[in-house]
């Protein structure tokens, strides 16, 4: 019996014992199931608040994006003095206001309104309306205009992100002072929209305002469109707007409210669930572990670890994937201005005694790169740039990737100045070598634009603009070379800015002229010919360079209305000198226009010239990246009739295939030999060589440039075809060109011999 006692004794404890394992297995393992649960649950959730944050915020942003591109032109003294009850300049409204806002902020509905809120000016649709059919819209926007009068509003308040973004302005500190402004979403006649209203104030002369300021309104719908940006701003690809709330497991759908408190619709997308590897494979997997035996506990454990450990992974492979560059591996654009905020920041903006260097970096000609040798060895050599660029620089040194062929590198240095200069000897001389791409060597230099805060900007969007604009100023010096920020750069890209306004306005109000030089002869002396040549007389800025304002109309996307307004008009004036030939130069963009070569067929027909009159001049620049449309562009004009010439030949690439595979009728030898024909034997040599091989290939030889007696004694003997400079005219109006014709006495200037160069001036010295 005691052995039977102690027998059941022990099975009783093994019992309990086994009993209450079981109990602290369920009970732990309930415990941990709700744990993994909740954290799964937590984690979707608070993704889901951020997304709705993201969006919240990008909405008031958005309300901020629309009054500061009412700024840009509300808050100027022409605004003030040019819109006014007694009388609007509608030009200057529909240019600055009406067009500018509408395609260049996409605002879909503009009106002005006078310091009684009394219509001035209504634009929608691309066009002007009365101003009456602002009265349509009074009732639906008058509480954000009360608002921006000052007044009481029943609509939502909205965080003023606009105001964040002018505290930083000294020039313009008493427009900020005097504006008003107020900025809202709510239903405009059934459509979501952006409703900003701000006051029309002087950016100057704070004395211009007399009394109340008028007021600039706009609305931006909340369209397809405008959804379609959002979500890509927002990294939210479903994002979507219907009437209708979207069901769906994976979505969340909340209703879009507006200020006014109405329901137009719901927002809906796809939510990033980070916590779905828990819910959906952690789960339950540990619970067929807790509902097991207790032997699969350890197996359990060790599985709810290592699947810890992959989402841990997974999550820092995540969010080093988002601040770098997929293909270099640096970090990227996000990456360097976080870490150029932090430092700003932590040195109370720059005040401490150091100063931060930001460098914009662009490898030089990189499209030649990738067009000749492929794609794949471009991004071998990004690859191997970044690379380099990362051994050559300090360890403290932050390198990133902006893409394309951008870099970007930011250090600190106690010394603006010096460290600026140090960077860019470290950052150039990575360059020094080739890089060896796939068994060849490819030698490339790079431009460099820095900036340096504090003394350049007091955030990372200030310091990082301010580099790309000296980047683009050492690139419009010739590249392979570092140019640091200065003031003058920026009232650059403002003067291109307002030039390019101005230049727009020209064009509209006919403002631009041709001017016609004289083309000579050299068999007979007498003007055979004029080249037709574009000026502008700029109201305030006096005579305007093309040399100045054709890239900016190549660049803006205006150089069709204008080329095509230059081959108009001087078609038109060929009727004047029915015995000219009239030379016209053409931009690369040209070329690029579907119907350039049925328009001049339509030009020469409508006006009665024969297309044989007429020379069309080509730089090399349409000829060194030829398409196929280009050749078969040429190869049209020239079979209707249109002569040809290779403009400005020998300052390019002055390949001979440009010679032998396009048919030119002339070759214009540029004025840099011309002019340098008396005093270097060199000049006299490459002229020789070009009339040589152009009369040989039967074309016709122009020198441009021909100022002397002596440059055209020269150009005579050495077999040019004809002679254009100031020695026979300038440029000159039309008219002028018809008086010169009547009163020219051809030159005619044998020559024997070949002229002696004339001594230069250090000869003559000697």
Not at 79 to 96: H, Q, R, Y
Not at 192 to 198: E, K, P, R
Not at 233 to 247: A, I
């Amino acid at each position: 019996m005691i052995l039977g006692d102690t027998t059941d004794h022990y099975d009783g404890n093994l019992r309990r014992l086994t009993r209450l394992t079981r109990i602290a297995i369920s009970f732990f393992g309930m415990v941990l199931l709700a744990t993994v649960a909740f954290a799964g649950w937590s984690a979707n959730r608070a993704a889901t608040e951020t997304e709705r944050s993201l969006l919240e915020n990008a909405f008031n942003q958005s309300i901020a994006n629309v009054l500061d591109g009412q700024k840009s032109v509300a808050w100027w003294d022409e605004a003030v003095t040019k819109i006014t009850p007694e009388a609007i300049d509608l030009d200057f409204t529909d240019s600055n206001f009406g067009v500018f806002l509408t395609e260049t902020y996409g605002h879909d509905e503009v009106y002005i309104l006078d310091a009684q809120d009394r219509p001035l000016y209504a634009y929608s649709d691309a066009t002007r309306h009365e101003p009456a059919e602002f009265e349509k819209r009074r009732a639906i926007l008058a509480p954000v205009i009360s608002e921006a009068r000052g007044g009481a509003s029943k609509l939502t308040a909205r965080p003023d992100e606009f105001k964040e973004l002018q505290t930083n302005y000294k020039v313009l500190a008493g427009a900020v002072e005097s504006a008003r402004w107020s900025g809202h979403i709510f239903s405009v006649e059934g459509r979501y929209a952006v409703v900003a209203a701000l006051t029309i104030v002087p950016n100057v002369d704070l004395t211009l305002l007399k009394g109340p300021p008028k007021l600039l309104i706009s609305v931006v719908y909340i369209d397809d469109d405008y959804i379609s940006r959002l979500s890509r701003t927002l990294l939210l690809p479903t994002l979507s707007l219907s009437k209708e709330r979207v069901l769906s497991g994976t979505y969340v759908s909340d209703p879009f409210v507006g200020d006014d408190g109405g329901l137009v619709g719901y927002l809906s997308w796809e939510t990033r669930r980070p916590g779905h590897f828990l819910l959906a494979v952690i789960l339950p997997l540990l619970a067929c572990g807790v509902f097991a035996t207790g032997m699969f506990c350890n197996d359990m454990f060790a599985r709810l670890k290592l699947a810890s450990e992959e989402l841990t992974q997974r999550e820092a492979r995540s969010r080093h994937e988002a601040k770098h560059d997929a293909l270099s591996g640096l970090p990227n654009r996000q990456n360097m201005i976080e870490n150029v905020e932090a430092w700003l920041r932590a040195s109370d903006g720059g005040r401490a005694g150091e100063h931060a260097i930001a460098a914009y970096v662009d490898i030089d000609r990189f499209k030649d790169i990738n067009d000749t040798l492929g794609h794949e060895v471009g991004d071998k050599l990004i690859k191997a740039v970044a690379r380099r660029l990362k051994a050559r620089l300090r360890t403290n040194d932050f390198l990133a990737r902006f893409g394309g062929d951008e870099f970007a590198v930011m250090c600190i240095s106690s010394n603006a100045q010096d460290g600026a200069a140090r960077l860019a000897a470290r950052i150039t001389n990575a360059f020094d070598e080739p890089f060896a791409i796939d068994g060849q060597n490819i030698r490339a230099s790079v431009s460099i634009g820095l900036s340096m805060a504090p003394e350049h900007g007091q955030t990372a969007d200030q310091l990082m603009r301010h580099a790309d604009i000296a980047l683009y100023e050492a690139k419009k010096q010739g590249r392979d070379r570092a140019i640091a920020f200065s003031a003058e750069m920026a009232q650059e890209v403002e003067t291109r800015r307002s030039i390019e306004l101005d230049l727009r306005a020209a064009i509209e109000r006919e403002e631009l002229r041709l001017h016609y030089q004289p083309i000579v002869s050299c068999r007979t002396g007498a003007i055979v010919g004029a080249e037709a040549l574009l000026r502008w007389r700029h109201p305030m800025r006096g005579d305007i360079s093309p040399a100045t304002f054709i890239p900016i109309a190549e660049v803006s996307g205006m150089m069709p209305a204008l080329g095509n307004w230059i081959i108009e008009r001087a078609i038109k004036d060929a009727k004047l000198w029915p015995e000219l030939e009239i030379a016209v130069n053409l931009s690369p963009v040209q070329f690029g226009e579907a119907d350039f070569a049925d328009r001049l067929e339509r030009l020469t027909t409508e006006h009665g010239i024969k297309p044989e009159r007429i020379v069309l001049e080509i730089t090399e620049g349409v000829l060194l990246e030829a398409s196929d449309h280009t050749k078969q562009v040429l190869q049209s004009i020239q079979a209707m009739g249109f002569k040809t010439a290779l403009d400005d030949f020998g300052t390019g690439y002055s390949s001979l295939s440009y010679l032998c595979n396009f048919k030119f009728d002339k070759i214009k030898i540029d004025r840099s030999f011309v002019s340098n024909v008396s005093n270097a034997l060199t000049s006299r040599t490459i002229v020789q060589s070009v009339v040589s091989l152009g009369r040989g290939l039967g074309m016709s030889i122009v020198a441009e440039g021909v100022e002397t007696d002596y440059d055209a004694l020269m150009m005579n003997h050495l077999g040019c075809t004809e002679m254009q400079g100031f020695h026979f005219s300038k440029p000159i109006e039309a008219a002028q060109l018809t008086s010169l014709l009547e009163r020219f006495v051809p030159r005619i200037s044998p020559v024997t011999e070949l002229p002696q160069m004339e001594p230069s001036p250090q000869a003559a010295s000697a």
